[in-house]
């Protein structure tokens, strides 16, 4: 949205270094985006129409590797496949069973949306594989739409989703940490919200310097606290399994026998069994730093997501061999109750488990967070300070921070409830609107590289998928919240005309963005610094 505060020859350091930029160093042309030569270092490709034409690459500017300060490619297939699972499952799967259930009103019914989600996660993370691997620049939606539709509806997803979204979904998740650390501590009664309130603030600061202080240190809490989870899923399901041999089958037999749900209540039920699968889509985030991404993202995603499936509904049947249905839903922690019928005095593994794997699903969103600021402010759509980067440990640290900032003002102004009903409408609507992308461009990029093509059906699918879950609950049940988000939508449009369309520039914002680059050392990936 601004322009670089620092002169085109010179990037000035906290440190007091003066250094030449890649121009000087260099002695070529300089394009816009800080690249070398007519067109940069991924200039142009033979256009395969057979023309002879040639083309630009999809990928946004900044961030290449000839530059000193980049982002580096050090998240590899375990890795990948571990911030998919470890954001997937955070507390949904322990939480959500109840309201799902009561929602539906039948085991069966239940079940089958429960294995739906994970058809529909996989389907959405497949297409959204074929976008990542066609233009591997970080920023996911944001980028995906700045190639299909231009740049306003690039700006109104990173508007929604850098000042809510993302945040919500911290907040959500840091909330539900806090309940379950809490309650471990708190045995006759509610725990204070404030103290709840004050756990999630202190949560989200060290996940917050987890991130800022090393890429490597936040993916290795990642790979650490989702085999920590996985753990606690198979307590969960080999209790589930002792139960089944005894004999406990009851409530399991006759699946089918509640009252068939109408169709709002469907896509109401189907709200609260995605939430427990979010996360599907946050490898794409992070693209410019995945290891050959053309394999390692499709491949991450197609381990993951059946893998968090399989999980899931194991551990739904693992719920009903241990409860009743009626039971399931008067409980406001699914995964304590389980504990406190299976594990006897080991019950404290439970809410252990949960806030390990809440802390490592936020941990996750940050991780993913950070990069959608990055890339969008990198081209102008955010505060030009967002797309800057540390000096030394390359890591995106302005961007971490101010999701953070309103993550944590989300935690004390919000309750769970409220932030996951706006996340789940809104979310849906760019969702479709990344399906939609992807059929687009067959149609309009035709001769773009594809390493992973995924068939024209899936999208075609998901978007009809995502459109019902969009129209149902408002015609089901008319909220005046569902008009509140397509208003704040669009409000976006405010900011972007005269910031971005326009390009104007209020004076001081010169003077702050220079103040937040010498306080946190950070640089702008076109930079060509010269450093140790």
């Known amino acids: 949205m601004y322009q670089h505060v620092l002169p085109n020859t010179t990037n000035i350091f906290s440190n007091g270094q003066s250094v030449p930029n890649k121009a000087t160093l260099n002695g070529g042309t300089t394009c816009t985006n800080g690249s070398i030569g007519p067109e940069g270092p991924e200039a142009t490709e033979t256009d395969s129409s057979g023309t ?18 980049h982002l580096q490619r050090r998240v590899g297939l375990f890795s990948g496949v571990a911030l998919i699972v470890g954001t997937m499952i955070g507390s949904g799967i322990f939480v959500s069973p109840s309201g799902l259930l009561a929602r539906t009103g039948s085991v069966g019914v239940s079940f089958i949306i429960w294995l739906a989600c994970g058809v529909l996660s996989l389907m959405g993370a497949l297409a959204y594989a074929e976008l990542g691997t066609m233009n591997t620049s970080s920023g996911a939606e944001w980028a995906y739409f700045m190639d299909a539709y231009g740049p ?19 907040a959500i998740i840091c909330l539900s940490f806090a309940q379950y650390a809490v309650e471990a501590f708190v045995s006759e009664c509610d725990p204070p919200m404030s103290v709840v309130k004050m756990v999630a603030l202190v949560a989200i600061v060290m996940i917050l310097f987890v991130n800022c202080y090393s890429v490597n240190l936040g ?16 307590i969960v399901i080999c209790g589930g399994a002792w139960k089944l041999i005894q004999g406990n089958t009851q409530h399991l037999a006759n699946a089918f026998n509640g009252p068939t749900p109408n169709v709002g209540a469907v896509a109401t039920a189907f709200y609260t069994g995605l939430w427990a699968y979010d996360g599907w889509n946050n490898l794409n985030y992070v693209t410019e730093e995945i290891k050959n991404p053309s394999k390692n993202l499709p491949r991450s995603i197609v381990i993951g997501i059946p893998l968090v499936t399989l999980c899931y509904a194991l551990i739904n049947i ?52 950070g990069r959608l600021c990055f890339a969008a402010s990198r081209e102008g759509h955010l505060l030009d300070i967002l ?23 989300m935690v004390l102004y919000g ?7 706006f996340f789940s409408f809104t979310a849906w609507i760019f969702y479709g609107g ?19 093509k995924v068939p024209i059906i899936i999208p075609v699918v998901v978007l009809v998928i995502s459109m019902y879950l969009v129209v149902a609950p408002i015609i089901d049940s008319p909220r005046i919240e569902y008009l509140y988000a397509l ?9 972007y005309i005269p910031f971005v369309k326009l390009g104007m520039t209020p004076r001081f914002m010169n003077k702050v963005t220079l103040f937040l680059q010498l306080l946190l050392e950070v640089v702008p990936t076109s930079s060509m610094a010269l450093f140790d």
């Open 52 to 69: 002879g034409g040639m083309r630009k690459s999809l990928e946004r500017k900044g961030s290449a590797p000839n530059d000193a300060v």
């Open 487 to 495: 208003l704040f939508i669009f409000a976006g449009l405010i900011f």
């Open 219 to 234: 993916m290795a809490v990642q790979n650490v606290f989702t085999a920590a989870k996985l753990v606690a899923v198979l």
């Open 434 to 452: 990344s399906m939609l992308a992807l059929i687009v461009m067959r149609f309009t990029k035709p001769n773009y590289p594809r390493p992973y």
């Open 387 to 409: 797309s800057y980067v540390h000096v030394r440990r390359l890591t995106p640290a302005p961007g971490l921070i101010f999701h953070s900032l309103i993550a944590a003002a």
């Open 152 to 170: 306003a509806p690039a700006f109104l997803f990173s508007w929604v989703s850098t000042l809510v979204l993302k945040p919500s979904q911290m």
């Open 318 to 369: 693992s719920y009903l061999a241990a409860m009743s249905p009626t039971e399931m839903v008067q409980s406001e922690a699914v995964a304590v109750t389980f504990g406190n019928r299976i594990l006897g005095v080991m019950a404290w593994l439970m809410p252990l488990s949960v806030t390990v794997s809440t802390f490592g699903s936020a941990n996750g969103t940050l991780f993913a967070a």
């Open 415 to 421: 309750t769970i409830d409220s932030l996951i009903d």
